[in-house]
């Protein structure tokens, strides 16, 4: 069995604070392309490099999860956040599905932003980690 | 599923904190394990029975219907 750290909520809440982050500089570079595109700031490949640029922690982030999950977090709370992923997926599923028909159909006209895109599935994905961790705890 | 492991932790004068450093897990596991809120992995119930020095059965009991 591999060793764990003892105090493993350190492991888990530097992995939400490495995601939050993450997150943060991916919208805080989205509300900047789009100031610097209305405003017309800077050429068309500045704000395509500013785009990628502001993502990358996000893939950085995506490459380290499991790499966290496995050697930092013990066998309880690697569960707690896998089936807070499940829970966010499940959930998110029929709401996007919903959205998209109902957004088809007319029946709805608001639109969603990418912003709102992205921190749907995180809501949700902190809302099964409330759910499991109660459980369990 | 029910457990002596609180039973056992004391006796030995432990600390949830010491418990969770010798099986390598966080604390906030170990509390969970002794409130039979989370039933541990095979490795892990391996790890207490040795630690124990008794035999899984004799630690762990299923919940009787």
Redesign the interface.
């Known amino acids: ?9 350190s492991p888990a809440r530097k992995l939400v604070m490495y995601f939050a982050v993450a997150e943060g500089v991916m919208l805080t570079g989205n509300l900047a392309v789009r100031i610097c595109l209305r405003r017309e700031l800077i050429p068309q490949w500045c704000v395509s490099s500013l785009a990628i640029a502001t993502t990358v922690p996000l893939i950085i982030f995506a490459a380290l999860f499991f790499r966290i999950v496995r050697s930092q977090l ?4 690697q ?1 707690i956040v896998y089936e807070s992923l499940a829970f966010a997926m499940i959930v998110f599923l029929p709401i996007a599905g919903l959205y998209v028909n109902l957004r088809t159909a007319g029946t709805i006209q608001t639109t969603l932003d990418p912003p709102e895109l992205m921190l749907i599935p995180s809501i949700l994905a902190v809302t099964g980690i409330l759910f499991s961790w109660s ?3 | 599923m029910k457990n002596q492991l609180a039973e056992l932790r004391s006796e030995r004068g432990w600390s949830q ?1 010491d418990l ?2 010798q099986l ?6 170990v ?2 394990l002794e409130r039979g ?2 039933d ?2 095979l ?2 119930a391996f ?1 207490i029975s040795k630690l124990f020095g008794r035999p899984i059965e004799e630690i762990f009991q299923p919940d009787e219907e």
Request: no cysteine.
């Open positions: 069995m591999e060793k764990h750290s003892v105090d493993a909520i013990d066998e309880m709370l569960r459980r369990l705890k | 904190a969770a450093e390598g897990v966080s604390r906030q596991t509390n969970s809120k989370y541990p992995s490795p892990l790890k």
